[in-house]
């Protein structure tokens, strides 16, 4: 069967590509936003979907033209998708303009006849050309390019994330209900599992607060649109992208010792966005990222024939005794440890919590 495997190099484009990247980015923002205030002008006066397409702003604005052809015709497809999800769901509103002043800018484009190849240490891009890249790790052999995104960061980085797609054998593992773990969110710890275990990932963002908040500081201080303010903007870029590449790193490290060590990974469906809204625990669930961790589990399970067990968020893990299965109803926010009001057991909340989550997984699965 066909599977897709994404790649993230950073790149490092001479002056020149510099400067095309810039154009291809602007282009690609400019298509964006005009095709979307005429779906919305469109929509407001009919009521229906408009299905246009760049064809007619190439012809009118020539310089659309020195962009990636395909890149714009990517920008529309985005569009699309996103504002199909609009008509589907109004209460969310009209898909956002996109800005010259986001921190990341990126375009998509795709592999047509070899337009985009990667050669020694350098890749091809249509209306770049070659471009100096930093491989960390060779794609397999057998796989194909269908697809590339080019992206700058606001810390002035530039990387393209390259999907390919290859024929996959569906592997077919003995999973052992005994080598089942559960996890339980912690914002102090990160999580704590069925064994007992805290994860107790380092507070990155907190750790490093301090320097940032200066670096910020020296920022407010500075005219907008200067040379220094934008030097300084750079240097927060910098500051912030260091602490989610650190945070990156740890969590990558972890869930392959996970996927590696257990069959299966129970994991409650939190939606970690709205718990990170409320006022005591936003910073921390911010910091802690599980939901990213919960993806890199999910994709590195999966390529090895193992099982991500997501369990619903209502189920009251928490709250239910592991030992007698009484529900605690009146169990408080602050109380981490408490005594089964049914069979007076002791309990730990997040440990309890982990084993339930690991014995509804499995419950689940079987």
Not at 128 to 151: D, L, Y
Not at 255 to 266: F, G, K, N, P
Not at 277 to 291: E, V
Request: aromatic letters at 10%; a positive charge; proline letters at 3%.
């Amino acid at each position: 069967m066909k599977a897709n495997k994404a790649y993230r190099f950073r790149i490092y484009p001479d002056t020149e590509q510099q400067i095309q990247l810039t154009r291809t980015f602007g282009c690609v923002r400019f298509v964006y936003n005009r095709l979307l205030e005429e779906k919305i002008g469109y929509y407001e006066k009919s009521g229906k979907l408009l299905r246009n397409t760049p064809a007619h702003l190439k012809a009118k604005y020539e310089w659309l033209k020195e962009a990636d052809s395909l890149a714009l015709a990517n920008a529309q497809l985005q569009l699309e998708s996103a504002y199909r999800n609009f008509f589907q769901d109004k209460t969310k509103g009209y898909p956002k303009y996109k800005s010259r002043k986001s921190g990341k800018q990126s375009y998509t484009t795709n592999n047509q006849k070899g337009s985009v190849r990667i050669e020694g240490r350098k890749i091809k891009l249509p209306k770049i050309g070659w471009v100096r890249i930093i491989q960390h790790r060779e794609i397999p052999e057998g796989h194909e390019i269908k697809s590339v995104t080019v992206s700058k960061e606001a810390s002035g980085k530039y990387y393209v994330s390259i999907l390919t797609e290859y024929e996959k054998e569906p592997i077919e593992a003995e999973l052992d209900p005994e080598k089942a773990l559960g996890l339980d969110y912690s914002s102090p710890h990160f999580y704590v599992d069925s064994e007992n275990h805290a994860a107790d990932m380092p507070q990155f963002y907190r750790e490093d607060e301090k320097r940032l908040a200066a670096e910020q500081r020296k920022l407010s201080r500075m005219k907008k649109g200067g040379k220094n303010y934008g030097k300084q903007k750079v240097k927060v870029a910098k500051a912030y992208e260091k602490v989610r590449n650190a945070r990156k790193d740890w969590q990558h490290k972890e869930s392959t010792r996970l996927a590696d060590s257990w069959d299966y990974i129970c994991v409650e469906d939190v939606n970690y966005q709205e718990m990170a809204k409320g006022l005591r625990l936003s910073k921390a669930t911010n910091d802690n990222a599980f939901g990213q961790f919960r993806t890199m589990l999910a994709y590195k399970l999966e390529e090895r024939g193992k099982k991500l067990i997501t369990i619903n968020k209502w189920y009251p893990s928490t709250k239910t005794c592991r030992h007698c299965g009484h529900i605690h109803e009146t169990l408080a926010l602050q109380e981490r440890e408490w005594n089964c009001p049914n069979c007076g057991k002791h309990l730990e909340r997040d440990y309890n919590a982990a084993i339930n989550i690991r014995n509804r997984g499995l419950a689940i699965e079987q």
